[in-house]
């Protein structure tokens, strides 16, 4: 009778160390898969602000030169009533900052404008002061994560 209790309890002990060690080996693996989704992580976190650097510095260039809406408001002359037109677009800087032409012999030429430097003196302070408020926003942003 001691041989079958001792049986049953060697049984019992038995199965519960396969059962933690099963536990365990489970956790591993898991510790594991969760580091690697980590450093996956990590890599796209750095992918994802290169991409914003990127966008920072081109963006505001490109605003400058691309185009604005401009909304006009106009009176209609039989009700009297204000329309606001939103459907006009102009360009910011609406001159013509290069010119291609043609000499005498045929070859291409390209001139640029004598005003061409208001591109590059809004464009370069538009975008430092983008590029100084996001730097601004990640300290603060990091200020408060740590608090």
Request: hydrophobic share 45%.
């Given at each position: 009778?001691?041989?079958?209790?001792?049986?049953?309890?060697?049984?019992?002990?038995?199965?519960?160390?396969?059962?933690?060690?099963?536990?365990?080996?489970?956790?591993?693996?898991?510790?594991?898969?969760?580091?690697?989704?980590?450093?996956?992580?990590?890599?796209?976190?750095?992918?994802?602000?290169?991409?914003?650097?990127?966008?920072?510095?081109?963006?505001?260039?490109?605003?400058?030169?691309?185009?604005?809406?401009?909304?006009?408001?106009?009176?209609?002359?039989?009700?009297?009533?204000m329309f606001v037109?939103?459907?006009?677009?102009?360009?910011?800087?609406?001159?013509?900052?290069?010119?291609?032409?043609?000499?005498?012999?045929?070859?291409?030429?390209?001139?640029?404008?004598?005003?061409?430097?208001?591109?590059?003196?809004?464009?370069?302070?538009?975008?430092?002061?983008?590029?100084?408020?996001?730097?601004?926003?990640?300290?603060?942003?990091?200020?408060?994560?740590?608090?």
């Amino acid at each position: 009778m001691k041989s079958i209790w001792y049986l049953s309890h060697l049984f019992t002990n038995y199965k519960s160390a396969n059962i933690l060690q099963v536990f365990h080996i489970s956790s591993q693996h898991d510790s594991i898969v969760a580091s690697d989704i980590s450093d996956l992580a990590r890599v796209e976190s750095a992918s994802m602000k290169t991409i914003s650097i990127l966008g920072l510095v081109f963006l505001p260039g490109t605003v400058v030169s691309v185009s604005v809406l401009v909304t006009s408001s106009t009176r209609c002359s039989v009700c009297m009533r204000m329309f606001v037109c939103s459907n006009v677009t102009q360009s910011l800087f609406g001159m013509n900052f290069f010119s291609f032409s043609r000499d005498d012999q045929g070859s291409l030429l390209w001139t640029t404008a004598p005003n061409f430097w208001w591109y590059w003196a809004v464009t370069i302070p538009v975008t430092l002061v983008t590029i100084f408020l996001w730097i601004g926003w990640q300290r603060i942003s990091i200020k408060t994560r740590v608090s």
